[in-house]
């Protein structure tokens, strides 16, 4: 693994945080380490980029190497915060078995990109705010941007004159971001699509029946983009939840978006005591149909 060069006129903890504060700006995603509980060395930081590259020192060489491979583990199960004590994944060092180390994922506040500001769009941008998003609306009618309907300073709202230029804008390399294609007709599906398929977005999710969104896919298919991006799609998009409101629909959206960003499986918590007696689970299904589009 690459280390961070430190400049000799900053201290550890500065130069952190100033490396804290670039990855934010850039999108990308760390681990932060710091030893909370043990007989020395308390209080000390390491910073660990998902690239691998790291920053800082809380002990000893074996103790850093530990706890670079367990930050690995840490990133992938997607907890925000975890204390794990040092036996718990490097049980060879004996002399640190009792210390504790604090693991932060340091990431950029999560980010929600609207396409269509019709019933869904509107619906799906406040209850995305409410749960700690910042949301992102865009649409090509500005009468349906503004601030009397949504009266959120934290809702972003961007008129577009051209939509794929718009949604590649808000979007941007698309790490950390979410989309959700819900205007008001599949020819707007369409362009929205095309203009962020290609992105590193975390997740894209196209309204529509199974039908109509086949055929958005498919047209991309034809123009050369992967396979691989296409299956990346949630198209339908949601879980099934019965949704039939706009509101419903926007909750059936967000569900799945939380499932996909915390690693959860969507399905019922108590399905265990209804199917106890085989011993299975009941797995959620994917997919909201084309109950509800946007204003026409």
Not at 22 to 31: F, H, P, T
Not at 60 to 89: G, I, K, M, P, Y
Not at 163 to 177: I, L, S, T
Request: with cysteine.
């Amino acid at each position: 693994m690459q280390s961070i060069p430190r400049p000799e006129n900053k201290t550890p903890s500065s130069l952190i945080s100033d490396h804290v504060s670039r990855i934010l700006q850039e999108g990308s995603i760390a681990a932060l380490a710091t030893l909370i509980d043990g007989a020395t060395n308390v209080g000390t930081k390491l910073l660990i980029a998902e690239s691998g590259a790291h920053l800082g020192r809380l002990g000893v060489e074996a103790l850093d190497a530990a706890v670079r491979q367990q930050a690995n583990r840490f990133l992938n199960s997607r907890e925000e915060t975890r204390v794990f004590h040092v036996s718990e994944f490097a049980s060879g060092l004996t002399e640190w078995s009792n210390a504790q180390i604090l693991f932060e994922r340091i990431q950029r506040e999560p980010r929600l990109v609207i396409c269509g500001a019709g019933h869904v769009g509107a619906s799906l941008a406040k209850l995305a705010s409410q749960l700690g998003y910042r949301a992102t609306l865009v649409d090509d009618r500005a009468e349906f941007l503004t601030r009397e309907r949504f009266p959120d300073e934290l809702i972003e709202l961007v008129a577009a004159e051209n939509w794929a230029d718009a949604v590649r804008a808000a979007v941007g390399n698309g790490r950390g971001v979410c989309v959700a294609i819900v205007t008001r007709g599949h020819s707007e599906d369409e362009q929205c699509l095309r203009a962020i398929i290609t992105t590193e977005a975390d997740y894209v999710g196209l309204i529509g029946s199974k039908r109509r969104t086949n055929i958005v896919l498919g047209r991309l298919r034809e123009n050369g983009v992967a396979e691989e991006k296409l299956r990346q799609v949630h198209a339908p998009i949601g879980l099934d939840i019965g949704a039939v409101t706009p509101e419903e629909v926007a909750l059936a959206i967000m569900a799945e978006i939380v499932s996909m960003r915390r690693g959860g499986k969507g399905g019922s918590l108590s399905a265990w005591r209804r199917d106890e007696k085989n011993g299975e689970r009941v797995k959620g299904k994917g997919g909201t149909g084309e109950r509800v589009r946007g204003n026409g």
